[in-house]
């Protein structure tokens, strides 16, 4: 069918920031819900998607709700389910259809005339609730993370300001720490680590697979692989990288490649344990130029610095502890994102068909919209 016969858009409604009200009903302009209004625009529920800027991304809303004139929201579902044509915009590729220059905007009259495939309605609503079950599995993950990573700002405030031996405390110039603590800059705790720049592997030599990791000042880990053994670093110690023109911290200690991209690799000095050096800096307020950029001043602050090594390695495993859990959460919501785009693709395009299995829709099953309220 044509798409204009499967789900109608039409432009959202003007609503500058002077004109909101407090109230409990969302405003959804290109990206979602932008704020709140005391006032229905079109009765719930709905799918509303980008139609300046952000194009795309599609929401869907099961209250009333007021979409913004940035946006376009279905009018009309000519009887289709709601929730279902959420998915398939997700999965449609609407940014194909934009036009413009200096702002891209979606061509509705583009979009209404395109043609579509999409299965009966009782099966729509077998596909939505597969799909909706696995996007909440993804929100679990995902406030897993945010737990996380909470849990992680709290475990280092503690530790780097109580240490885990029940000390008094002293004040410091960087604030109260245990007495047997001290403050040490930063250049007293690292040193570089001398290797030749000929060894170091251009972005472009990059690859999917291989055997040995590039590293460089990117955010992943692990930026590449190459089969170039000429190139490996063998330290037998850890690293820790700063990056010239990003924030990343790394922490290093396996054979790798250098990355060409101004990477700058230090190791701690003798005395302290360098994966509590590691989290030590990242505990630090570092500018956000990057590292090696901003070395200087970096290299003047201080760090809360126990003298006993043994207590500076407890730190860094229960420090360590919580990022192995963090990075467990973050591989699991990552596979689980892959598999939703997957399973969306393969839904929507009938290479996966649900429609003889016993899927319970009830949850995802919610009223026909009522059309325009205002």
Not at 317 to 341: G, P, S, V
Request: aromatic share 10%.
């Amino acid at each position: 069918m044509r798409f204009d016969a499967f789900a109608t858009l039409q432009r959202g409604f003007d609503l500058p920031l002077a004109s909101r009200r407090v109230g409990t009903i969302p405003v959804l302009g290109s990206n979602g819900i932008v704020g709140w209004h005391d006032t229905v625009g079109v009765r719930g529920p709905g799918v509303v998607t980008g139609r300046s800027g952000s194009i795309g991304d599609s929401t869907f809303v099961d209250t009333d709700y007021w979409p913004l004139n940035t946006a376009l929201y279905v009018s009309n579902f000519h009887g289709n389910f709601p929730r279902f044509v959420h998915y398939f915009l997700q999965w449609f590729d609407l940014a194909r259809f934009k036009g413009g220059v200096s702002v891209p905007t979606l061509n509705r009259n583009m979009v209404h005339g395109s043609e579509v495939t999409v299965p009966k309605g009782w099966e729509q609503q077998k596909i939505a609730a597969v799909l909706w079950k696995m996007q909440r599995a993804i929100a679990t993950q995902d406030r897993l993370i945010a737990t996380n990573r909470d849990l992680k700002q709290s475990a280092m405030q503690h530790l780097f300001t109580h240490g885990l031996h029940g000390e008094p405390l002293k004040d410091t110039e960087i604030g109260p720490m245990p007495e047997s603590w001290s403050p040490a800059p930063v250049a007293s705790c690292v040193a570089p680590y001398r290797f030749d720049r000929s060894s170091q592997l251009l972005a472009s030599a990059y690859r999917k697979q291989g055997k040995w990791p590039v590293v460089d000042q990117g955010q992943d880990e692990i930026a590449g692989y190459t089969d170039d053994e000429n190139k490996v670093q063998r330290p037998g110690f850890a690293l820790i990288i700063f990056g010239d023109h990003s924030r990343t911290l790394k922490y290093v200690d396996y054979p790798f490649v250098f990355g060409a991209d101004g990477t700058k690799p230090f190791v701690a000095s003798d005395g302290i344990d360098t994966v509590f050096l590691f989290q030590a800096l990242r505990h630090l307020n570092i500018p956000s130029k990057g590292y090696s950029r901003h070395y200087r001043s970096l290299s003047e602050s201080l760090i809360a610095r126990p003298s006993n090594l043994d207590e500076q390695r407890d730190i860094a495993a229960a420090l360590a502890t919580i990022d192995r859990k963090l990075a467990h959460h973050q591989k699991k919501c990552a596979a689980l994102n892959d598999l939703f785009q997957t399973t969306l693709h393969q839904l929507m395009t009938a290479q996966i068909r649900v429609a003889d299995l016993d899927i319970d829709t009830s949850e995802v099953t919610t009223p026909q919209p009522q059309g325009v309220a205002a």
